[in-house]
């Protein structure tokens, strides 16, 4: 069945870059997203990429696909403490079902 | 207005017994789903209804049965309840099923601990 991995943690600096990365192995994955899990909260949608695409770009945040290696990551620039949070990689090519990477943890430290 | 809501948000309950969470959704989809997170954070899909119909069914004991009175609700009904199934069940409504779906909006989550 489809299988999306992600590694499991991320600690960076205040200010520093940071890039989570995903790999899936469904090649009929047409979308594919990044979702955001704040402590306590439910899961929000921070952006997807159509798998037509390489790269889009919103705001802070950069999703690139490497549709050949099915390698999806998302580069938040400037992190800040407030971006501290699990983010899922999550991709759908059938009826409306996802399905998630088991979470990055972001840890940003002051 | 919240978008996806679901009640309770924590439950507590003993083995054995039996516990409904609720789902509703005020944003008009024809489409609603319930997802398992585990205790590793994984998300795994249960169900999916579109217009009051099941449409999706993944591999779940069948103590665990949707029920969807109208497309705005999807409760989730668990019978003889067990340690295992201790979780965060995620609610979640997308506009309509299939490759077009673009964006599902998910509940807060209800915290199930099965003591």
């Known amino acids: 069945g489809e299988d999306v991995e992600q590694s499991l943690f991320l600690s960076v600096r205040e200010g520093d870059s940071s890039v989570i990365n995903c790999t899936y192995t469904?090649?009929?994955?047409?979308?594919l997203y990044w979702y955001k899990q704040e402590p306590g909260a439910g899961l929000q949608l921070l952006t997807y990429?159509?798998?037509?695409?390489d790269m889009k770009q919103d705001q802070r945040l950069t999703v690139l696909l490497n549709k050949k290696d099915k390698h999806l990551s998302l580069r938040i620039a400037d992190t800040q403490t407030g971006d501290s949070a699990i983010y899922f990689c999550?991709?759908?090519?059938?009826?409306?079902?996802?399905?998630f990477g088991k979470g990055t943890m972001l840890l940003v430290s002051p | 207005d919240t978008a996806v809501s679901q009640t309770p948000k924590y439950l507590v309950t003993q083995m054995g017994n039996d516990k409904s969470i609720k789902c509703e959704q005020n944003?008009?989809?024809?489409?609603m789903y319930w997802y398992k997170q585990d205790s590793k954070k994984f998300l795994k899909i249960m169900f999916s209804?579109?217009?009051?119909?099941?449409?999706i069914n993944e591999t779940v004991p069948n103590r665990f049965s949707p029920k969807s009175p109208d497309k705005a609700h999807l409760n989730l009904h668990i019978n003889s309840l067990e340690l295992g199934d201790s979780a965060v069940y995620f609610c979640?409504?997308?506009?309509?099923?299939?490759?077009?779906?673009?964006?599902?909006?998910f509940g807060q989550g209800t915290r199930l601990t099965v003591v």
């Open positions: 979640a409504s997308s506009p309509f099923p299939g490759p077009d779906n673009t964006e599902a909006f």
């Open positions: 469904d090649s009929s994955s047409t979308y």
């Open positions: 990429i159509f798998s037509n695409m």
């Open positions: 999550a991709e759908t090519s059938g009826y409306s079902t996802l399905t």
């Open positions: 944003l008009g989809h024809d489409t």
């Open positions: 209804y579109n217009n009051k119909e099941l449409i």
